[in-house]
């Protein structure tokens, strides 16, 4: 008798642990229907701090019983959890039934691009990115996500940048101690001009860097100057930010170290000038950040851990058939209200 009563006890053991390694179907998540008969909050005691989005166009492993849905990416830092009910979600003015999960239970991987700015006037910041990518690559390996880094430099150059000289020209991803020796190798150069070229820096990323599947994608740029565009006079850049958001608008998050000065300081708030790298930040859901007045950067400062474990993908069916719709999230929980505005958004 004990000899069968162990059988059966190392059968529903096998049998359990064959079970939670498989991949078991999910069945479709349903979106719930629309309410009706309802009208926006007013937007008093709202605030429009601590809360970031965009469109997420990268593929989901949650199906949804609708062919193609709206995936909204949102992020409130500092908050561990959100309850539907503590969401309203407008679509051109029309109140959405959605659905709502953490991103971060499904993406659990986080790759991570540098997007560093190495000319002379990035001295004292350069420093402070050497000695703070360990403490960065630390802390996101206490976060429990399973983290690559690259570093990408540029002057007016990119791959290599013209006015250091480095080998490679860029850091692949790679682990964070191998991207702290690469970042220990490089210097501030000369500079030339005062512009500089993160655009293709940014699309050399987009494009280059070996991004996992299923990875959150993020870059971080870390500059002091702004930048050269297509068509400025000069030869040095390739693009300009309308045609590069199309190809980063949802399939990757740009958050912004800048080191205060004429070029950039928190009192502005209209960054859609041709050469204002902030704008892509705030398009694609990112955070910007001032380093201090001497340029040391300290990458936990942007709150990158806690923007990525407090991120949540909210899923709708759209209803309307214009080209470009108008997206708007109000949070409310208790005291904590908070509303994110997502003009122009293309699905």
Known sequence: MRKILINVVSFLFVLVFLFSCSE???????????????????????????????????????????PDPVRVKLSLPGVENILSSELRVFEDNKEQGFILYKESSLRNKLDIAIILDVTGSMGTAIEGAKNSIISFANSLSSSGLDA????????????????????????????????????????????????????????????????????QRVMIIITDANAHYKDDGTDFAHFTKAEMLPALIGFFTIHGAFIPGWTYNSAQTDFSAQDDVRELCQKTGGVIKYTDTFGNVNLNDLGIVEYVTSSWIVTFESDSPAATHTIEVFYTSGEDKKYMKIENAAY
């Open 24 to 66: 078991i179907p999910q069945a479709p998540k349903v979106i719930p229907p629309d309410p009706t008969g309802t009208t926006k909050p007013s937007l008093t005691g709202y605030v429009t701090t601590d809360i970031y989005g965009s469109v997420d166009k990268q593929p989901t492993l949650v199906p949804i019983a609708v």
């Open 148 to 215: 690559r880094i690259g570093v990408i430099p540029y002057d007016d150059y990119v791959n290599p940048p013209k006015d250091i000289d480095v080998d490679p020209g860029f850091l692949n991803l790679t682990s964070p101690a191998s991207a702290q020796e690469y970042v220990a190798s490089l210097y501030a150069g000369n500079g030339g001009d005062w512009p500089e070229n993160p655009y293709d820096a940014i699309m050399f990323a987009a494009t280059a860097v070996n991004w996992r599947p299923g990875a």
